[in-house]
């Protein structure tokens, strides 16, 4: 199971942290990603971080804007986001794919995902 949180809004330029805990005793085993839906589009994918180590990757879009995290030990990944703009707003999802190498933007890779939380980014 994965429960996400840390959603809300935030004007233009600012920043939020948002968090997706785990649950279950293998979160070392898996890749995470973060994806993101906004209203009227199909759901992107947005940043993902390896099993076996710190190996991160990122959309074009967030590349230098958004950073993604592990803590193994609070079975927790994170995605802070750092000057956010109006089109960041969306729903994010967490993923989990298990053992997972390969391609981290296709969503059909992962075995989990959380029912999201909305970040909004006022202009």
């Known amino acids: 199971q994965l429960v996400e949180s840390g959603g809300g809004l935030v004007q233009a330029g600012g920043s939020l942290r948002v968090s997706c805990v785990a649950s279950?005793?293998?979160?070392?085993?898996?890749?995470m990603g973060w994806f993101r839906q906004a209203p009227g589009n199909e759901r992107e994918f947005v940043a993902g971080?390896?099993?076996?180590?710190?190996?991160?990757y990122y959309s074009d879009s967030v590349k230098g804007r958004f950073t993604i995290s592990r803590d193994n030990t609070r079975n927790t990944v994170y995605l802070q986001m750092n000057s956010l703009k109006p089109e960041d707003t969306a729903v994010y999802y967490c993923?989990?794919?298990?053992?997972?190498?390969?391609?981290?933007?296709?969503?059909?890779?992962?075995?989990?995902w959380g029912q999201g939380t909305r970040v909004t980014v006022s202009s």
């Open positions: 993923a989990a794919a298990y053992l997972f190498m390969g391609n981290y933007a296709i969503a059909q890779k992962y075995d989990y």
């Open positions: 279950g005793p293998t979160f070392i085993s898996y890749a």
């Open positions: 971080i390896g099993w076996r180590g710190p190996i991160t």
